[in-house]
């Protein structure tokens, strides 16, 4: 099961950075970080992972504390397409492939 | 850019008769996985298929769910007899290895009558 904690819901404003918060104060050392986001219904999107250090990509940054225990989840400029529910996921790959286990998530409203 | 493509799009069946979900994974992707959402509920994992065999499964993946890869392009979940609580949306996703991220399709929404 997921075992991170997020907040239920957050807003941000169009054209802002949206910080989504997420704690995981039990992960274990070879625990990566996955981020995943949902729009409506559609499939789950992937957005970022990493495992320590802090990683970058086209859509997003994700900042990890030293400790690991909890991340950030960075949007530099959000849009009205950034609405949707953004779930932190801690995983530890196995021979069996990615499996993950969604919590609730963030739900993300951006607002005009 | 490489994607996964689930057949249909929606699908609606009497309760009782079988069912099965198609999926086209991303062409070079050895592992493959089947999750499924309640309306308004979690995103839940139900199985995952690596090197022609169940790897892992949920408790929810029981008797009545099955899944295939035919060939060498498709995956398919089959429900054997469905019932009123199959109702959901069906994603299918795929990954290269162990330590990638998954790639989900857009999913089939199965409505039991």
């Known amino acids: 099961d997921a075992k991170t904690t997020q907040p239920p819901s957050m807003d941000c404003a169009e054209g802002r950075a949206a910080n989504l918060p997420c704690n995981h104060s039990?992960?274990?050392?070879?625990?990566?970080v996955y981020w995943y986001r949902q729009i409506h219904s559609q499939g789950p999107q992937y957005i970022i992972h990493?495992?320590?250090n802090n990683e970058t990509n086209e859509m997003a940054s994700l900042i990890i504390t030293e400790d690991r225990k909890s991340s950030t989840l960075i949007l530099p400029h959000a849009t009205l397409r950034d609405t949707a529910v953004y779930y932190c996921i801690v995983r530890v790959a196995t021979y069996a492939g990615n499996q993950f286990y969604f919590g609730t998530g963030t739900s993300l409203t951006v607002i005009p | 850019e490489p994607e996964v493509t689930q057949t249909p799009s929606h699908q609606v069946t009497q309760m009782g008769q079988e069912v099965i979900l198609r999926c086209v994974p991303i062409s070079n992707h050895l592992y493959f996985y089947w999750y499924r959402q309640i309306l308004g509920q979690k995103v839940e994992f139900l199985v995952s298929?690596?090197?022609?065999?169940?790897?892992?499964k949920s408790e929810i993946f029981d008797d009545q769910f099955s899944v295939e890869r035919p060939d060498g392009s498709n995956f398919t979940l089959k429900i054997r007899s469905t019932k009123l609580e199959d109702s959901a949306m069906y994603f299918c996703a795929s990954s290269s290895g162990t330590y990638t991220e998954a790639f989900f399709g857009q999913g089939t929404r199965l409505t039991v009558v």
């Open positions: 298929f690596y090197n022609n065999e169940i790897s892992e």
């Open positions: 039990t992960i274990s050392g070879n625990e990566y």
């Open positions: 990493g495992l320590k």
